[in-house]
């Protein structure tokens, strides 16, 4: 091989290097699109201001080239705080990658003003709202004062801390010892009678009644001291 060959041959070897890494660039930069608009698309309607970075990609990976990637979000991920979502790609060379990202989600949530003990009934006073980022809370904080408002605290909460879905219980709408209508109804007939209810139960929980025969029905309670047989 004289000279000039063999620099050609570096020279094709170079250009090798720099497409084969331009096109590895251009699918990473593929797959980060298609992720960025998935996670964009789905947390629009997330309360509160939604931010997200987007985590690297291994480059010594070496996937195949894929014309159109596709990013999806595995069973169980939620979009908020560290999450992972997927990116993969059909045909004759399939893969599947998944790429970290990290989600903000700025929104107000309410908070205990004051130190509140187990059994109080919340007040207005007793909550504050203040901006959080949803992803470094438990779920099911609660974002709203009207949510909280006349429930009962079923553990004691902390001054500053976040009140939860699980830490509150509905005040109950019939008490034990109450009269209370029992109802029934099917298909075309409908009865009621008195009983006394046995049990304590908030709307929409199964409370037990005694019939004056002596019989306990179970039903669903209801305000107004309803309760109707299932």
Not at 109 to 131: F, H, K, N, P, T
Not at 146 to 162: F, M, W
Not at 199 to 226: D, F, Y
């Amino acid at each position: 091989m004289d000279i000039r060959t063999s620099i050609l041959a570096l020279l094709l070897l170079g250009c090798a290097a720099r497409c084969h890494a331009s096109i590895e660039q251009a699918q990473l930069a593929q797959i980060h699109k298609s992720v960025e608009q998935l996670v964009r698309h789905q947390t629009a309607g997330l309360p509160g201001k939604v931010s997200f970075t987007l985590g690297g990609i291994d480059t010594r990976l070496n996937l195949p080239a894929c014309p159109v990637p596709e990013a999806f979000i595995p069973a169980g991920v939620r979009l908020w705080g560290s999450a992972s979502v997927g990116v993969r790609c059909s045909g004759s060379n399939p893969w599947t990658i998944y790429v970290p990202v990290s989600i903000k989600i700025l929104t107000g949530v309410v908070v205990a003003a004051r130190a509140l003990a187990q059994g109080r009934s919340i007040e207005l006073a007793d909550l504050v709202v203040q901006e959080a980022d949803l992803g470094q809370l438990p779920g099911a904080v609660i974002t709203e004062p009207g949510q909280a408002l006349g429930r009962i605290v079923t553990l004691s909460i902390a001054p500053g801390q976040p009140l939860r879905q699980d830490l509150l219980r509905s005040p109950p709408v019939i008490q034990q010892g109450q009269s209370v209508t029992l109802r029934a109804q099917g298909a075309g007939f409908k009865v009621s009678a008195e009983g006394k209810a046995v049990t304590n139960a908030a709307e929409g929980q199964v409370a037990q009644v005694r019939t004056p025969s002596g019989h306990t029905i179970n039903g669903i309670a209801r305000l107004g001291a309803i309760v109707d047989s299932q």
